[in-house]
């Protein structure tokens, strides 16, 4: 038996003798994907981990995703594959900064991105994800002050089509951020007949060529039912994976990191493999561990997303 095959029966086996069960992000690689009891965006994953009913999570993802699955389920034992597996996005609001950042506009709310750690969701009023971002702000009267943190690029286009003027934290994705329109073009003149579909990550002047702009469970719903057959995605190269297996007869192109044509794959999402599952759930570490304070504040604001979301017909 291939080895994959090998370490894929075993990873099945423990988690059901260890009444496990295995969460994943889109930008996993598609081994990890199609393992997965559950794959989504970080609302659907959210949403999914307040219904978690086995003794062990393992999520393959990042840092801030597993903390997010701890805070929703504080007596869980979670599991993160690698722990070095971070965030740039959450890497740019460190706590204390943020913290002095907030004590500068006290009559502002913030509204904090869910690529953050638990501590500066803590220090926020409440959490959206880019499924619902514009609900979140819109949520607060035109005359409330607000903070977006920690992504630029996502909160200017939130600014852009609610004409708010939120003030804007200065972080964003490497991974969406470093896409530009030449690179964007240039497949377009290739695919002169596909939809561009990106990322509200990407820079605002990314967005400007973009036929759709969305989540990444609204880019892939997006694909699958639009009538159209062939897509450039401005996006991490691991969404195409659901994309061709919800539509295996339409293309896809991603758009480039750079002019060499390099994989646009977020460096600290591939770092889960299926060797580290197989050691996570064997040795069941390394596990997120967070004090019960900070579980405390953090789950406020997540929780104040979520009952948004109901409200507003996004999740159920």
């Known amino acids: 038996m291939p080895r994959n095959e090998e370490l894929i029966e075993s990873i099945k086996r423990l988690k059901r003798e260890k009444n496990a069960i295995i969460l994943a992000h889109y930008y996993q690689v598609p081994e990890i994907q199609d393992l997965a009891d559950f794959i989504g965006d970080s609302l659907a994953l959210s949403q999914f981990a307040t219904k978690v009913e086995q003794d062990i999570i393992v999520f393959c993802g990042v840092h801030f995703m597993a903390e997010t699955a701890k805070i929703l389920n504080p007596s869980k034992k979670v599991l993160l594959p690698d722990l070095l597996a971070g965030c740039s996005l959450a890497d740019s609001a460190p706590e204390a900064d943020f913290a002095e950042f907030k004590s500068q506009h006290p009559n502002h ?38 903070i977006f943190a920690p992504d630029k690029n996502l909160g200017g286009y939130i600014n852009r089509v609610t004409e708010r003027d939120m003030i804007l934290w200065q972080g964003s994705c490497v991974v969406h951020d470093q ?32 036929d759709y702009i969305g989540s990444t469970n609204g880019m892939i719903a997006f694909a699958k039912k639009s009538p159209a057959t062939r897509f450039i995605v401005a996006s991490e190269t691991g969404i195409v994976h659901q994309m061709q297996k919800d539509a295996p007869d339409k293309e896809f192109f991603v758009v480039p990191a750079d002019e060499s044509c390099s994989c646009n794959d977020c ?10 599952l197989y050691s996570t759930l064997l040795n069941e570490t390394p596990e997120i561990v967070l004090e019960d304070e900070l579980i405390q504040k953090a789950y406020q604001p997540i929780r104040r997303m979520l009952d948004i979301s109901i409200e507003k017909g996004i999740i159920k």
């Open 179 to 210: 896409l530009n329109t030449q690179l964007i073009i240039e497949q377009k003149q290739k695919h002169p007949d596909a939809l561009v579909i990106a990322h509200p990550e990407c820079n605002a002047p990314v967005l400007e060529l973009a």
């Open 109 to 146: 709310k913030i509204i904090t991105y869910i690529n953050s750690t638990a501590a500066v969701k803590a220090l926020s009023d409440v959490i959206c994800t880019s499924g619902n971002a514009l609900q979140i702000v819109e949520s607060f009267p035109k005359d409330q002050p607000l």
């Open 267 to 276: 460096p600290f999402m591939k770092m889960n493999t299926l060797e580290k």
